[in-house]
């Protein structure tokens, strides 16, 4: 039978290693690429600088696509009202799309799936957001996430190397399927202007980070030709302030799609082929085993993006303070560090993982005391590659809630930039009115002598905010608040329902012990 097919593309946005898409082209008379603006995930909650990335993406892939005599269908509204008027009008008998693991994007797929069958479409996924099937890593877990990286890696050790990336559908592919291209289409379907979605580009930098595949790609040749670099890198000893950046910035092209991660992971191993090469965690396979590792977890672990209800999180009394949040949001605690890098998060979108610690370290255990939950919300809003499960994820482990305990160990928002920019370059180029105050002192504008301040032209506490907290107090006492809340957590755990009812505890037998030891093994 030759289908009538919709491609339903999500995060996928690209033709090369897209399972999904090619299997629509089988058995295919018609195609229908469509994407849907959701207005659950686009919203007034998305940056700017997302938008501008995302239609970038959507123009790329719609280019691409006309290659092949095709085009993209940009719609508007909820997937679940959406589609039946489309099966209907183009009487479709075939959708496709990328899997996605997260829990509203999986609830999405089973209304729309239920729809489809309803109006007599078959509804076929395929699995490549990701290196693996994330179900199979749990399935090698004992139906459970692994919570550490090396649990993680003996798994994927057991699995094997992930499948290799399948290459972009040709013309040749194309040639018995059409597409409507008409004008009217292109009116009707046409990718928005920023102007018809009600955003204001004027106010934004340079883009330093094009969205869409090919540049995707382009960006991904010229690491690879980096091969001494590649083999050596290892993500801890690259800096957060340099003033370009010191990793690949590929994470928003692999975060919307643009990317494939199979197609990175694969380009690796040719580099690393033959060569002397840094291992994971901190090597670049490390680093897409790392979003492997929250991917899984965020599958696995119920309420993962809050702490409440979440059987890993401690449960921490953070503290309400509307002013301390907004002061860090909008890059004015007086910590000249700090507030570079959320001034640069804001303006890029993007920002270094080692900057990411400090200002989230900062805003939780550091020293503002102030939920990672209300971090998670401003990254998830800022940043191009905010991702649901990394951010949740990365939030917990560097609030010391999950995953990561040494609490004790607190990012300083002055010594630490100190350590890969002792001039301050980064704080003058984000913060340009710091940028006359000398070394000694743009990390800590407040200890200059009124004299040096008026010389810099920037009087603290009238130009430039003075520290809105004392961070070697503060530090101190939210390292023992967080000693606090570890050890309610510890007694929690330790009292078992069967010790709450007063019920003795039946002693394990020897076979008890083996079976246990045996599952260890």
Not at 242 to 261: K, Q, W
Not at 317 to 328: G, H, I, Q, V
């Amino acid at each position: 039978m030759a289908h009538v097919c919709i491609h339903w593309f999500r995060k996928g946005l690209r033709l090369h290693d897209n399972p999904a898409l090619v299997y629509a082209l089988k058995e295919c008379k018609e195609l229908y690429p469509v994407f849907i603006l959701d207005p659950y995930l686009y919203n007034t909650q998305v940056g700017i600088n997302r938008w501008r990335f995302l239609l970038g993406a959507l123009k790329d892939l719609d280019c691409s696509l006309k290659k092949l005599n095709s085009r993209l269908f940009v719609l508007r509204g909820k997937p679940e009202d959406v589609f039946p008027k489309l099966f209907n009008k183009w009487k479709v008998t075939k959708l496709t799309y990328e899997y996605d693991t997260e829990p509203y994007s999986l609830s999405r797929d089973e209304k729309v799936t239920s729809l489809a069958k309803e109006h007599g479409v078959d509804v076929s996924y395929k699995i490549s957001h990701t290196l693996y099937n994330i179900e199979r890593i749990m399935e090698e877990n004992y139906g459970k996430p692994p919570l550490t990286f090396k649990r993680l890696q003996a798994i994927v050790r057991k699995l094997g190397p992930p499948k290799k990336p399948i290459p972009a559908p040709t013309l040749e592919n194309m040639k018995d399927v059409k597409t409507h291209c008409s004008e009217e289409n292109e009116m009707k379907y046409g990718i928005p202007t920023a102007e018809e979605l009600g955003l204001d580009l004027t106010s934004l930098g340079e883009e330093l980070f094009p969205g869409g595949e090919q540049e995707a790609l382009r960006r991904l040749d010229e690491h690879m030709k980096r091969t001494g670099w590649v083999c050596s890198f290892e993500k801890p000893q690259t800096s957060p302030n340099s003033l370009s950046p010191s990793t690949t910035v590929l994470s928003p092209y692999i975060t919307f799609g643009c990317l494939s991660a199979r197609t990175f992971w694969w380009r690796l191993t040719e580099v690393y082929r033959g060569r002397k090469h840094s291992d994971p965690p901190v090597s670049l396979h490390g680093q897409l085993l790392w979003r492997e590792f929250f991917y899984t977890c965020s599958v696995g672990i119920p309420n993962f993006n809050k702490m409440e209800a979440n059987p890993v999180c401690t449960q921490v009394d953070w503290d309400t303070n509307p002013e301390c949040l907004a002061a860090w949001r909008e890059a004015r605690t007086g910590f000249p560090f700090i507030d570079a890098i959320m001034t640069q998060l804001r303006q890029e979108g993007w920002i270094h993982h080692l900057a990411r610690h400090a200002v989230a370290c900062f805003l939780t255990r550091g020293d503002l005391w102030i939920s990672w939950e209300e971090g998670e919300k401003v990254f998830e809003e800022l940043l191009l590659d905010g991702d649901w499960a990394l951010n949740a994820g990365n939030w917990q482990w560097l609030s010391a809630s999950a995953f990561f305990h040494q609490f004790f160990r607190v990012y300083s928002p002055v010594a630490f930039g100190k350590k890969t920019d002792k001039n301050g370059d980064y704080i003058k180029k984000y913060l340009p009115l710091l940028k006359k105050f000398p070394p000694e002192y743009i990390y800590e504008p407040w200890k200059a002598p009124r004299s040096v301040q008026q010389a810099a032209g920037c009087i603290v506490g009238k130009d430039y905010p003075h520290p809105i907290v004392q961070h070697e107090q503060i530090s101190k006492k939210n390292i023992q608040r967080m000693k606090e809340a570890y050890a309610k957590r510890s007694s929690d755990s330790n009292e078992s329902p069967s010790k709450k009812q007063g019920v003795k505890r039946k002693a394990p037998s020897v076979i008890d012990l083996l079976q246990k030891k045996k599952r260890k093994v």
